[in-house]
T-cell receptor, first 110, second 113 residues
Framework: QKEVEQDPGPLSVPEGAIVSLNCTYS??????FMWYRQYSRKGPELLMY????GNKEDGRFTAQVDKSSKYISLFIRDSQPSDSATYLC??????????FGTGTSLTVIP | DGGITQSPKYLFRKEGQNVTLSCEQN?????MYWYRQDPGQGLRLIYY???????QKGDIAEGYSVSREKKESFPLTVTSAQKNPTAFYLC????????????FGPGTRLTVT
């Protein structure tokens, strides 16, 4: 069983839709949770991070962590065509070595 | 401009040859990382280094070697012992701990034939 599971998609939504991206994990010791956005043939860029449980909001993006269910989510409100990318979740126990999901490919259609 | 540079962007090698991928950062970060990205597999950690002259193996270190002689530089050598070297290689750096905010370079796409 992989440490981190992420539905690869692809996910296609109309502009303005709310997008929900999710990851599940098996290691209950994970306490650092990150979301990265990766455009084609580029390096990932950090979107959001949370420590332990709870929600975090930054503009149109909201990250949620449910440690009891071993489940994390990223919500994108008012999605834009520029949000079209692959979204990677990542998590860590110590804040040192990270485990990444396989990424979800998102296309926002104008 | 602060950031991470990787060179070259594309690299082609013949099977049996060693090849070194460059990674340089001017962010004054202590920690640096090498990942490999394959379709359907996500990012997998090859090696990481928390300080100069020290580095640790990640999950898939076999067939790879690194050095960390300077804070700014963390080159990765893909040796002929690596069975499936064709991949997209990403270098990252961060403050030492917690390293949740990793900054990634643009990547090097290596093709071995």
């Amino acid at each position: 069983q992989k440490e981190v599971e992420q539905d690869p998609g692809p996910l296609s939504v109309p502009e303005g839709a709310i997008v929900s991206l999710n990851c599940t994990y098996s290691n209950s010791a994970f306490q650092y949770f990150m979301w990265y956005r990766q455009y084609s043939r580029k390096g990932p860029e950090l979107l959001m991070y949370t420590y332990s449980s709870g929600n975090k909001e930054d503009g149109r993006f909201t990250a949620q962590v449910d440690k009891s269910s071993k489940y994390i989510s990223l919500f994108i409100r008012d999605s834009q065509p520029s949000d079209s990318a692959t979204y990677l979740c990542a998590m860590s126990t110590t804040g040192n070595q990270f485990y990444f999901g396989t990424g979800t490919s998102l296309t926002v259609i104008p | 401009d602060g950031g991470i540079t990787q060179s070259p962007k594309y690299l082609f090698r013949k099977e049996g040859q060693n090849v070194t991928l460059s990674c340089e950062q001017n962010l004054n970060h202590d920690a640096m990382y090498w990942y490999r990205q394959d379709p359907g597999q996500g990012l997998r950690l090859i090696y990481y280094s928390q300080i100069v002259n020290d580095f640790q193996k990640g999950d898939i270190a076999e067939g790879y070697s690194v050095s960390r002689e300077k804070k700014e530089s963390f080159p990765l050598t893909v040796t002929s012992a690596q069975k499936n070297p064709t991949a997209f290689y990403l270098c990252a750096s961060s403050i030492r701990r917690p390293a949740y905010e990793q900054y990634f370079g643009p990547g090097t796409r290596l093709t071995v034939t």
